[in-house]
């Protein structure tokens, strides 16, 4: 009985490890995200920023430290692209739902097509996962491509960039703030654009797993 105990504890300490935690923080952390985004206060989008930014910290963190101490876990695996995914997706989604961060001087027509842009970004995380899916089944790993990662980091720039704006504009009311918006939808419509080649590379590297 005392060895099993001892057997619970030494396997849920190597679940609710450290890098672990932080993947739950992230994820805890998302409606939390939410929230600031739609409270009506001053600064609110500055606050969502903040929290958004630790977020995307924690996804670095949680990832180095599992490799340098060796506290990888089958849960971590599973949550960690989870975590990252819905936040950055979440906080697409919730843009939409604020029009001016894209249209402002624009016009109807960036934000339709903004709309398009979340729902291809969605749909290439949705595809990508059904063919990791299929090839853990056929016991093969699919290493994440250069495009990929470029593609990560274009998103999280874009999603900081545009929160700025926003708050930059709602504290000064100045062209400041439409200008870092211009550049935040730069970077949403690159990383659109490498969501689409991305996409692709991993269809075309990984035909052969979808044939099976």
Known sequence: MIEEQNEDKQVKGRIMNLPNILTFSRIIMIP????????????????????????????????????????????????????????????????????YIFTQSLGEWALITAGCGVAVIIIRELAVSGIRMVAAESKFVIAADIFGKIKTFTQDICIVVLLLGEGVRELTDNIAGTVINYIGLGFFAVSIVLTVISGINYLVKNIAVLKQ
């Open 32 to 99: 939390v995200f939410i929230l600031f985004f739609y409270l009506n206060f001053t600064g609110h989008y500055l606050v969502a920023l903040a929290v958004f930014g630790i977020a995307s910290f924690t996804d670095f963190l949680d990832g180095k430290i599992a490799r340098k101490y060796n506290l990888v876990t089958n849960l971590g695996k599973f949550l960690d692209p989870i975590a990252d995914k819905a936040l950055v997706l979440s906080a697409l989604v919730v843009f939409l739902t604020v029009p």
